[in-house]
């Protein structure tokens, strides 16, 4: 396939957020304190192409919690740092079909988390990435995905202190790997690290931007930089295909044909490798935890311009 053609994808960029707008159904994550509190009807769509074309339309500027998204971007960080065999071997590639914090995923595979996209194998993720003590390994993450969105992000404290406050499954879900030994630091820290992550903001831009270093080959298309060898790409496009929205992973194939990855914060991000990234925020949610406007979206802008992977 060629380089999308910017003015169509303008216009469907734009076709698709009035096409998404009406749909008020679904609400924000109200797990975490902080994320029902964001203006539900913000709603914004941004795609970046693998040549740095930016194409931007209604909240794509306002700040959101990356929450799970982040989780695609701590795999690629630690793929780089210890290779993919062991991610595949240490955290393992399949859906668990069941929700984003499960411990029955866990105790059916005596302590595997299956994919580095759920709550369990984030943690496990970050485990593994090598640092000398908390602070190095926090500031390898902060900087790697600051280097996927071609600035300095900063963590939104609120969102922080609000989970760090309220996240004691996740916690538990840590001891209970460490507890078969699939855990590979500390479970609170490590839980702790993790919930940072997740705190970091970013606007719809910054992600369309991030997914397009992922689009062009591991280059950030605005810096000129190369930020994730590319031999590591197919590997993530597969664990976002197969898990990146938990349950509706198989939907969002079937509908959208793209890898895919959504976050509780109501952000979604969608790749078309070689080609470009298009990425939605707008947090009201479905029970799953995918943003229900931004799935949408996918779908519209998927069908208008051809992009199935699987076509
Ligand atoms: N930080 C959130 C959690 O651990 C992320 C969940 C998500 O975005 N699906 O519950």
Redesign the pocket.
Known sequence: KNIIDTKKLEAVLKQAHSTAESDQSGAN?S??PALAKVPSNLFGLTAVTADGTVLETGDSSYPFAI???SKVFSMALVMEAVGAQEMLKKVGADPTGLP??SVMALELHRGKPLSPLV?AG?MATVSLLPAANADEKWQKILDGYSQFAGHSLEVMDAVYTS?AAT?S??KGIAWLMSSYGTLYDDPDTTCDI??KQ??IAITCKDLAVMGSTLANGGVNPITGKAIINPEFLPHIFAEMTMEGL?GASGDFAYTVGLPGK????GGLLAVVPGQLALSAFSPRLDPI?NSVRGQKAMRFISDALDLSLYR
């Open positions: 994550a797990y975490i929450e799970s998204i984003f914090n709550n984030a989970e996240n499954h996740n993790y919930t997740c705190s938990y959504s976050g509780v914060g935890g």
